[in-house]
Structure formats: C-alpha cells, structure tokens
C-alpha cells in the first residue's frame, strides 16, 4: 500500500483557521469512512483527534473538525493556537484489515 | 482507562532479531486490537500490523509479512512485536497502539510511550 498524500507543511497566525489535505485512492481515503487523524508534538506519541472521517473523540477541542470528498480528506484547525503547532497525520482503513498513513504535515502557527 | 506500556530502548547488530513489548492495563485485554506504528527519525508513521489478543489473530502490512511476528500473552495481557533479520533502515521509534472500539481498524486511541530501536554494527 502506498503512503496517502500530505502536504509537508501548512501555516497560520494565531486566531486563523488552517486546512490540511490528504489525498488517497478509492482502495482507501475514498472507498471507506474510516479516516482518522493524528496530531504528534515533538518527542511525544501521537493523539487520536479526529476518527471515522468526522468525530472527535471527548477531551479534542471542536476547533478540531474533519471532512471528505471523494479520495480526499481533510482536517480544518480553526482558531489557531501556539500549542496547535505539530506533526499531523492522516491515516485510513485500507480494506484487507490494513491501515495506510499519511505521510505528515508540519503545522506552523506564526 | 487503558494503559499501554511498552519496554525500553535496544541497540541491536544488522542481522539480528529485536522484541519489543506493550503491556496493558486498566481494561479488558480481550475486548481490543492491538496494533504496532513505528517512526524513523524524523519521518512518518508506518502501520505494521496488529493482533486480536482473544483469537491470536494477526494482520501485517504487505511489506512486513515476511519480518514481522507480533503475538500476545492473555496470561500478563502483554502483546509483543518481534521483528527479524535487522537492517539499519529499522531505526525506529516503534509504537503499540489500541484500536478505538473492538477490533476494527478505524482508529488508535491510547497508545504506548514508544521504544526507540537501533541498528548498528
């Protein structure tokens, strides 16, 4: 399985909304809704934000939403904080019980 | 709530085999899938396979199939990942992590602190 499609890096200014993309196939992102995201602070394990394309597990901030079109998903920050500042990773089922990720992006709050 | 705890760095020789394990607390162990991430140094997440504890069930990336063993020890509700015939390009972060709800993989909600591996002669 290929590695979905992440743009390296995405920015914004505190208090600005931020959308970053990632683009499958229809064998996964576009064939099931089962894509999650994840956000990474450095040195740190990963955090489930977002699941089944659109949810947010409790404790995640609803400045945190997700959504999808076709082959493509996408996560939108809203309100930009310093502390939003990460790695984050799309990931989604890829049928056969396998999972494919994304291959990150760089959020930079300026 | 579930904890995954998983033990601590190894240096390693090309050639060898590594086993990192995870073990997990303060839930049903039988009621999840367990599923092992790992990380190069500053690259991505790359899913290499899980197992059902309850049934010893596994599935593995293609590009793993051949490497990877992972299994689970329902008595310690300790899963383990072993991986064989160690190159450099293993260098890894290698994380466990549990599936949200059951067993499908829709997504890893608690995941372990992580196991930094090392190959190098």
């Known amino acids: 399985q290929s590695a979905l499609t992440q743009p390296p890096s995405a920015s914004g200014s505190p208090g600005q909304s931020v959308t970053i993309s990632c683009t499958g196939t229809?064998?996964?992102?576009?064939?099931?809704?089962?894509v999650s995201w994840y956000q990474q602070h450095p040195g740190k394990a990963p955090n489930l934000m977002i699941y089944d394309v659109s949810k947010r597990p409790s404790g995640v901030p609803d400045r945190f939403s997700g959504s999808k079109s076709g082959n493509t998903a996408s996560l939108t920050v809203s309100g930009l904080q310093a502390d939003d500042e990460a790695d984050y990773y799309c990931?989604?089922?890829?049928?056969?019980?396998?999972?494919?990720f994304g291959g990150g992006t760089k959020l930079t709050v300026l | 709530q579930v904890q995954l705890v998983q033990s601590g760095a190894e240096v390693k020789k090309p050639g060898s085999s590594m086993r990192v394990s995870c073990k997990t607390s303060?839930?049903?162990?039988?009621?999840?899938?367990i599923t092992w991430v790992r990380q190069a140094p500053g690259q991505g997440l790359e899913w290499m396979g899980r197992i059902i504890p309850i049934v010893g069930l596994t599935h593995y990336a293609q590009k793993f199939q051949a490497s990877v063993t992972i299994t689970a020890d329902k008595s310690t509700s300790t899963v383990y990942m072993e991986l064989i015939n160690l190159r450099s390009e293993d260098t890894a972060v290698y994380y466990c992590a549990k599936t949200r709800e059951g067993y499908f993989l829709d997504a890893f909600d608690i995941w372990g602190q992580g196991t930094m591996v090392t190959v190098s002669s």
């Open positions: 229809s064998s996964d992102v576009g064939g099931y809704d089962y």
């Open positions: 990931s989604s089922y890829a049928g056969g019980n396998t999972v494919v």
């Open positions: 303060g839930g049903t162990f039988n009621s999840y899938s």
